[in-house]
Structures are given as structure tokens and as C-alpha cells.
């Protein structure tokens, strides 16, 4: 089973972030980058059908140079190959317009399944994977927590609302996004990260896989909550209190 | 293996060359210079020790049975265990730069990285750079899997830095076929539990050879657990021989050479001591710099006052000179090594690059071990009366701390040895310290000339460095002019300490300078605004130290018209403007407090 696992490098989740003034994006200088947690899950489970069925891993990843260092990693942990679209402005691009470039990267790969993550821990916009299913013209579903492969089909198991799971069948091949936490990813090993050095890494630019995109949908801005915290103490006897309570939730927060 | 990012541009330096030659910044290795595969290394290692190893540190702090050696079996099949051994042999054969980073990553629990250091250090690096073909096979696959736990059993209950004083003996059998072991070892690391020992003991009286010793082995027994102030988690023990028979192919290296052995083995092991350390740095700022949030006092987070702001600037900033050092004196090993001509015996090349820092690496030792001391102690300080409990991670880093100031050399013994083996390289004409003193000596009579500033952003920071060797080439020029031969004996050991410590402090100003230099040739002048405020608040308290030492060192040896020359001239090499050191702090810290951790790490 060929598999394309989509890796993204997001900034470290303990990162201290700063947003120069007015921008739409975070200042990328002097943070560290990581894989993207909900795709290390997805890696894994890549890595495992493979084992199990045979067939290749590809890491594929967008974004400028640095973020070859997701695929390296994946690389690392016992994909086969990476594909890097290479683009220093893929912040800019909205879920649609990423879905486009990686669909076009995929489109060039013999695969028989697409294995995104959940959601990016940056724009966590949580529909890459749903779109990418949609442009390459394939069966998709979400919130993955098994997955059973036989006969070109796939049992999986998703989840749902307040601890309820759903079992779906799709045929091959299909676009699956992952949830966090259906398995422990493995470590790289210091001989897999040794041994990822000679392995292959494509590089294609947007031009190059032919993909314009117009974006539906900008960032105009990017802040930090305001925390604003008001105590107020009802006075009174308890029975004015609830009342003046009632009065606020009604007129004042509405949520009676 | 060639993880190295060394460009063609980084010229080998010699060893204690930071004395004598100014680099290019781009000529030195700095932290921005990792590459993604040692990055990950460091990953792989950062993951391992706080998924694996943290969460097990009370078992672990108690000897749990069998815990610590389940987590070195883990370790081992990630590769964490094999970095000093060649890919031939079963291990990850890391260029130094990786295994300076993963060195760093396993200072997250001290007992770990003792433990770590005794097996995958010195306990390893005897058998690779000494062993013969058949020991190499026999044992390093084994030591990088843990099948085998290793440890280095050189000193005993009479001879501690003294280790040439050893008693144990090793006689040849009447039928020639064994080595008969004799004697007693303390405070080994891994005692408890390892397969393999590394001893050192004398043939025919007086020759120190090395002998592998494997557990089980008739007459020679373990000693119980010693009850330590700290690294808990590690195994240390006394080790005895009783008329204890070891084959004759176990002796490693030759008859007598035993101590080339141990001390090759000790240059490795100081150089890593002061990256675990630095690791140990970066988490205690962690850990205060969280705390410091948390708790509040007069209505206040602790982090808004300005003297907890002051220690936890302080701590990265003597992390960031320590770091510079480290990560410079790692790409000089590192050049050394790539700079091998093809068909050389790599694992030889490696035993000449330690010979050739081994002035580094006492330096990283020393200086690596004083800054953790020192960062400890300020994080207990800022942890309050929580400091001083249990329950707090700190008070154990505390403990964990102080033993480094002591094994693998102490520093009393580490600051002789920097300044001895500074001195033989000059008297051997390696380095140009005779010539350089002489030169000086003639500018000073000179008297002084109108410096013109270059008008460079760091041209003010260029001149404290330049001084700084300066300094240190006045004040040992006069020490030895004085002293000459004497100034090994012990009654001059305060003015060796004292030249060791400008030495080491010129060569932690100059580091500091030359990555900041080199990241605003990089990244432009103004994105290195923090990293600079850290080298120019080191450099303006390494510049007042230096000045007190050679004070003292002159004082000590140069008298009437020398001395006042003398101190003239050190006054000019002492000059500098007024700089504002609270300011500088204040910006650091407020970076540190920004992402509560180390805010230099890979820049
Ligand atoms: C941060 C985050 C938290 C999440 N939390 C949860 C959670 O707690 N529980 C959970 O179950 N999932 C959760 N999800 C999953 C999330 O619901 C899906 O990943 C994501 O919305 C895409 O879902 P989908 O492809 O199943 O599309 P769907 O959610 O099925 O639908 C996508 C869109 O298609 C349109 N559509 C679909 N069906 C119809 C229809 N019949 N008629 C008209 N329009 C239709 C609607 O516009 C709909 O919004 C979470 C996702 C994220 C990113
Ligand atoms: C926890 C622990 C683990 C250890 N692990 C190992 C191990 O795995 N293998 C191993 O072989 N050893 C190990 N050691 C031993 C360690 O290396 C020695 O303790 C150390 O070298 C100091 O020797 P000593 O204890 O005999 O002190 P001493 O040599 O008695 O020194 C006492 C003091 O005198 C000073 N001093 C000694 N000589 C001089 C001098 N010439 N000039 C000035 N000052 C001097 C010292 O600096 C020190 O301050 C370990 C020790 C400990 C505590």
C-alpha cells in the first residue's frame, strides 16, 4: 500500500510568540518549529499500514525551506521519500489554496491512500484534509481511530460526539484524516536519522506544479485576547443577590 | 559519520589558539550552525529522556530494581548509547556536535546522565580509541544495545586526583595466561550494575596498564551502594580484587600506557561533563523562570522584581558564554576531524583532536560545572523555602549539581592542568605564547598609542576581548619570567588558578562575541538585540574578574619598577566605558520570562 502522509511544520508549542504590529502573521524569527502534533499520528499510522502491507511512505510537505526539516523527520521515523513544496509565502494561502498545491503535488504520486492530520496546531482551520479528498476526486472521512485495510477496502473507525464511534467502509483510494491519540508514535532512532540522510527529498515550487491560487479567504489580523476580567460582588441578602444575578444574566450576558 | 555543517571556510584552529589568534566570526562553530539532523538527534534524545526517564525519577532516586537498566536498554535501541562508538561496531558514531546536543538533552535527570556519561563515556571510549579488533567486536555492539553496562574504575580509597598513585596491581600467572588482580576501587559509577570494567592497576610495581574485567569473574566482588548527597539515581560503588584472574587478552593497550588510556578517556569525558552541565543550565532556567510567575510576594509575580529578574538573566547569560564555548570548541573537533586526509583511521584522528582540546575541555569542565553550581543555587534561592524541599525538582538539582565540580578531575586540579598543558604547547613552539608575551612586552615599553575605534558596531566588545588576552599574556609572561620552573610547585598553585581563569574567561568573552558576531552577519544587527545585551553583560563582569585576577597574579610575582610597569599597562588593558549591566540584564530577562526557557538555544 503506497500511502502520502502530509506533514506540516508549525511553530513549537511552547514558543514565545510575537506579532510584530498590524502583521497577519506571527514574526518567525527566534522560534522553533516542530512537526505538527496531530501529524505525527498520522505519520505513525502510515508507518504501520506499510508494515503491515507493504508499499512505501511519502512525506509531503509545503512551506519554506525550514520546513524540510518535518519531512527529515518523518524521513527519520522510516518514510521513504519526501516531496517539498517549496513556498515562503504558503502562510498567506487559505485552506482551499493549500489543499490545491498539495493536490497537485499528490496527483504526481502512485498512491493508494492520503493520510493528513486532524488539524494544524497554527491556523487549525481543521479542513486541509477535507478539501484535498474533494480536489483529487476522493472518499474521505474524519476523526479517524482505526483503521482496518483489506481488499482494497478500509474498515475505519471514526469518532463522534460524546463518546460515540461510528464504523464506515470506503474502497481505495481514499483521503483519511487522522485524530490525535490513536497510537503512540514511535521515536527517530539515531540509525534512522543517520539513514534518512541519504534518503530522496523532491522539491517542486508552486509554479512548477502549475497550481495559481486566488485566495477566498485572507487573515487580516492576528492578536492576542485582550483579557479583560471584571469581578462584581452582588450585595444584598441571598435572595437579592440571585435576583440581581437573574437580572445580569437576562440583560447583560443574555444567556437566559 | 558527517552530520558537520563545518564549511571549507572553518579553518582547523589549534588547540589554546584562543589565546594567540583572533578568528574571523565566520570562522567559529555556533549554535545557529546545527544542522536538521543533529537537531533531531537532540529531539529524538529530549523525547526519550522526558517521556522515558523523567516520569521514573522517584523509582529511579530509590534503585528501584531493574528500572534504571529497562531505561538504558531503551536508550540503547534508540542509539542514545552508542555515540563515541563507529557505525562499524553497533553504534551512531556521532560527530561532536550531536553528541554535545545530546549530552545536553540528558541533563534533564542528573542520576541519568551520570549513569549515561560512566557507560556511553568513559566507560565506552577506552575500548574504542585502545581496544584491539577482537575487544571492539566483543564488546561495543553489546555496550551500545546495554546487553553490557560498562564503567571506568580508575580511582581508589588513596589515590583520587592523584590517580597515578594507584595501588592496584595486576601480576602475571605463574603459567602465563592470566593477569591477577589485586587491590581496591571507590566511587565507581555504575558499580552496582555493570557487566564490563574498565581497570586501571600497575604491572611490576609501577606500570599502569588497563585491564577489561568482566562481573563474575573469581575474587573480585561489589561493593554496597554508597550513600550520596546527590545524583541518587546513579550506582556508585567500591569495587575489590582478590587474587581475581583476568585473561591475558584482556589487558587493553599496552603494558604501561594504562595511563595514556585513562587520561585520553578523561579529555572526552571533561568536554561532555560541561555539555551535560549546560543542559543542567538551560532546565534550572526553565523551572525558576515558571516559578517566578507562579508565586507571588507584597502582591507581586516574584518575576517583577528586579533582583529574581537579575538571577534569571543571570543564569542564561553564563549559559550563553558557556554554550558558545561549547558549541566553538565541538566544530573545532569536528574540523579537525573532517580536515583527515582519506585512508586515515578515523577512530585515531578523534584521540588526536581530544589530545589537541584538551585545554578546551578542561575548559568546558570547569567553567561548565561552576555555572550549574551557580545556577542551582540561584534557583533554590528563587523557589524560596520550596527550594529547600524535597518536593521541588530544584532542591535535587541542587544536590545533583555539586558533584561535578569534583569528578573527572576537580577543578583545583583541572585549573593546573589548563595552565601546564597552555605552557608545554608554548614551550613546544605549538603555540606562538613566547613571541605574542614578547611583543607585548616591547608595546608596553612603548607606552601608549592613541587606539582609533574602528567605529564597528562591536569595536568597543572587540578591544575588551583583544585586552583580555592581553591580559592574559602580561600576567603569565611575568608569572613565569618570575617563576619559571617553580610555577608547577604547589606553593604557587593561587597564581596558576588565577592565569587559568583569565584563559578561561578570554575565551568565554571572545566566543560570546564571535556568535553574536557572526548571527548580525547573519540575521542583521538588529535581530540579535537580546543576544547581545547577554555578551555585553558577560563581558562587562568577565572584563572586571579578569582585571582582579591579574592584580592578583602580578601582585604575587612582580616587584618595584616591573610592577609598577606592569600594573600601568594592565590599567590600559583595563580600560573600557561605562556600560549599563542592570540594563543589559533586564532585556534578558525579560526574554527568558517571555518564553520561561533559555532564549538562545540554536542562534
Ligand atoms: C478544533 C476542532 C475541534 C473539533 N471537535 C470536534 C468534536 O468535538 N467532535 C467531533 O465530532 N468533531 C470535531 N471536529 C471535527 C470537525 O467537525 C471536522 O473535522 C471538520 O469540520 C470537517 O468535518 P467533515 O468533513 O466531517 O464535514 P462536515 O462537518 O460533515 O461538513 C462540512 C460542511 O459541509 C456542509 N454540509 C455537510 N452536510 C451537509 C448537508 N447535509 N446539507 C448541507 N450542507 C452540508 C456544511 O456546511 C458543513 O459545515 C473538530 C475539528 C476541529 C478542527
Ligand atoms: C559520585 C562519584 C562518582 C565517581 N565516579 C567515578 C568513576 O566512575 N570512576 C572513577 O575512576 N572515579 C570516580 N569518582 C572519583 C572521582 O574522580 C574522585 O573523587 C576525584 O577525582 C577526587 O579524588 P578524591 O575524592 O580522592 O579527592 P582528593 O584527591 O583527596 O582531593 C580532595 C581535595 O584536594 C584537592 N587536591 C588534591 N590534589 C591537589 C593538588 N595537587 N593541588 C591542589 N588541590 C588538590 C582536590 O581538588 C579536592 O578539593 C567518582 C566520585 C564520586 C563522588
Not at chain 2, 549 to 566: F, K, P
Request: hydrophobic share 40%; net charge neutral; proline share 4%.
Amino acid at each position: 500500500m503506497n500511502i502520502v502522509v502530509c506533514v506540516k511544520q508549525v511553530p513549537a508549542k511552547d514558543a514565545p510568540l510575537a506579532i510584530p504590529e498590524g502583521a497577519a502573521w506571527i514574526r518567525e524569527t527566534d522560534i522553533g518549529f516542530e512537526l505538527n502534533e496531530p501529524d505525527g499520528y498520522a505519520l505513525e499510522e502510515a508507518l504501520r499500514l506499510k508494515e503491515k502491507h507493504g508499499g512505501e511512505v511519502v512525506a509531503v510537505s509545503m512551506g519554506p525551506e525550514r520546513s524540510k526539516q518535518a519531512i527529515k523527520e518523518a524521513l527519520a521515523k522510516g518514510a521513504e521519500r519526501g516531496v517539498h513544496i517549496s513556498d515562503d509565502k504558503f502562510y498567506e494561502l487559505d485552506p482551499l489554496g493549500s489543499a490545491r498545491c498539495l493536490a497537485a503535488a499528490i496527483k504526481r504520486e502512485k498512491f493508494d491512500l492520503v493520510l493528513t492530520g486532524l488539524q494544524s496546531d497554527d491556523h487549525g482551520f481543521g479542513q486541509t484534509g477535507v478539501l484535498l479528498a474533494e480536489l483529487l476526486g476522493l472518499p474521505h472521512a474524519t476523526i479517524i481511530m482505526q483503521i482496518d485495510a483489506a481488499d482494497g477496502r478500509l474498515k475505519l473507525k471514526r469518532e463522534l460526539e460524546a463518546g460515540w464511534f461510528q464504523w464506515v467502509e470506503l474502497p481505495l483510494p481514499a483521503v483519511l484524516s487522522i485524530q490525535s491519540g490513536i497510537n503512540k508514535p514511535r521515536y527517530a532512532t539515531l540509525k534512522g536519522i543517520m539513514a534518512a540522510k541519504k534518503k530522496e527529498i523532491a522539491t517542486l515550487t508552486r509554479a512548477e506544479l502549475g497550481v495559481t491560487v486566488s485566495p477566498t479567504q485572507r487573515i487580516e489580523r492576528i492578536y492576542v485576547p485582550k483579557k479583560t476580567k471584571k469581578t462584581e460582588i452582588l450585595t444584598g441578602t441571598a435572595k437579592e443577590a440571585a435576583a440581581k444575578l437573574v437580572e445580569k444574566l437576562k440583560h447583560e450576558a443574555r444567556v437566559l | 559519520m558527517a552530520t558537520t555543517t563545518t564549511t571549507a571556510s572553518q579553518s582547523v584552529a589549534r588547540g589554546g589558539s584562543f589565546l594567540v589568534e583572533s578568528p574571523r566570526p565566520e570562522d567559529v562553530f555556533t549554535p545557529a550552525d546545527i544542522n536538521d539532523e543533529q537537531k533531531l538527534i537532540a529531539q529524538t534524545t529530549s523525547e526519550f529522556i522526558n517521556d522515558e526517564v523523567v516520569p521514573l525519577i522517584d523509582d529511579l532516586e530509590h534503585h528501584k530494581p531493574g528500572v534504571m537498566i529497562g531505561l538504558l536498554k531503551k536508550a540503547g535501541a534508540l542509539g542514545i548509547l552508542g555515540g563515541a562508538i563507529p557505525e562499524e561496531y553497533g553504534g551512531a558514531g556521532l560527530d561532536k556536535v550531536s553528541s554535545t546536543l545530546l549530552s545536553e538533552q540528558l541533563a534533564a535527570y542528573g542520576g541519568f546522565s551520570v549513569t549515561h556519561g560512566g557507560h556511553s563515556g568513559i566507560g565506552t571510549i577506552p575500548i574504542v580509541y585502545f581496544g584491539t579488533e577482537e575487544q571492539k567486536k566483543k564488546y561495543l555492539p553489546k555496550i551500545a544495545s546495554a546487553e553490557l553496562i560498562s564503567c571506568y574504575c580508575l580511582s581508589e580509597p588513596q589515590a583520587g586526583s592523584d590517580a597515578q598513585a594507584l595501588r592496584t596491581r595486576a601480576d602475571l600467572s605463574k603459567d602465563g595466561k592470566q593477569w591477577i588482580l589485586n587491590g581496591q576501587k571507590m566511587w565507581i559509577t555504575n558499580g552496582n550494575y555493570a557487566d564490563l570494567f574498565v581497570v586501571f592497576a600497575k604491572v611490576d610495581g609501577d606500570k599502569i596498564s588497563c585491564f577489561l574485567v568482566e562481573k563474575g569473574t573469581p575474587g573480585f566482588s561489589v561493593g554496597a551502594e554508597e550513600k550520596k548527597m546527590g545524583i541518587k539515581g546513579s550506582s556508585t560503588t567500591a569495587l575489590s580484587f582478590e587474587n581475581a584472574p583476568v585473561p591475558k587478552e584482556n589487558l587493553l593497550h599496552e603494558i604501561g600506557r594504562g595511563h595514556i588510556v585513562a587520561f585520553n578517556t578523561l579529555n572526552a569525558g571533561r568536554f561532555s561533563l560541561g555539555c551535560y552541565c549546560l543542559g543542567g543550565v538551560k532546565r534550572t532556567i526553565e523551572v525558576s523562570s515558571k516559578y517566578s510567575k507562579e508565586r507571588t510576594a507584597f502582591g507581586k509575580q516574584l518575576a517583577e522584581f528586579g533582583l529574581i529578574r537579575q538571577k534569571l538573566a543571570e543564569m542564561a547569560i553564563r549559559a550563553f558564554a558557556l554554550e558558545s564555548m561549547i558549541y566553538r570548541s565541538a566544530g573545532m573537533m569536528d574540523a579537525f576531524m573532517a580536515s583527515a586526509e582519506t585512508g586515515t583511521n578515523k577512530t585515531q584522528h578523534m584521540m588526536k583532536a581530544l589530545e589537541e582540546y584538551a585545554i578546551e575541555s578542561s575548559i568546558s569542565k570547569v567553567y561548565g560545572s561552576e555555572a550549574l553550581d551557580f545556577a542551582v543555587d540561584e534557583g533554590v534561592q528563587i523557589f524560596g523555602g520550596y527550594g529547600y524541599h524535597e518536593d521541588y525538582p530544584v532542591a535535587r538539582a541542587y544536590r545533583d549539581s555539586r558533584i561535578n565540580r569534583i569528578f573527572e578531575g576537580t577543578n583545583e586540579i583541572n585549573r593546573m592542568l589548563i595552565i601546564q598543558m597552555l605552557m608545554k604547547r608554548a614551550m613546544g613552539g605549538v603555540l606562538p605564547l613566547i613571541p605574542k608575551a614578547m611583543k607585548l612586552m616591547e608595546e608596553i615599553l612603548a607606552g601608549p598609542s592613541f587606539e582609533e575605534g574602528s567605529g564597528d558596531a562591536f569595536a568597543e566588545e572587540e578591544r575588551m576581548v583583544a585586552n583580555a588576552k592581553k591580559v592574559f599574556l602580561l600576567t603569565s609572561g611575568s608569572a613565569v619570567q618570575k617563576l619559571r620552573d617553580k610555577l608547577a610547585e604547589p606553593e604557587h598553585q593561587e597564581v596558576v588558578a588565577a592565569l587559568s581563569n583569565i584563559a578561561m574567561d578570554a575565551y568565554a568573552m571572545e566566543s560570546s562575541l564571535l556568535r553574536v558576531q557572526k548571527a548580525a552577519a547573519r540575521r542583521g544587527a538588529g535581530d540579535v538585540g537580546v543576544m547581545s545585551a547577554a555578551m555585553r553583560a558577560f563581558l562587562f563582569d568577565a572584563a572586571d574578574r579578569i582585571e582582579h585576577e591579574a592584580r592578583t597574579v602580578l601582585g604575587a610575582v612582580a616587584e618595584g619598577d616591573m610592577l609598577r610597569t606592569q600594573m600601568m599597562a594592565l590599567k590600559r588593558f583595563s580600560k573600557r566605558e561605562p556600560g549599563n549591566p542592570i540594563a543589559l540584564r533586564r532585556e534578558v530577562a525579560t526574554a527568558v520570562l517571555a518564553g520561561d526557557r533559555y532564549p538562545f538555544e540554536y542562534r
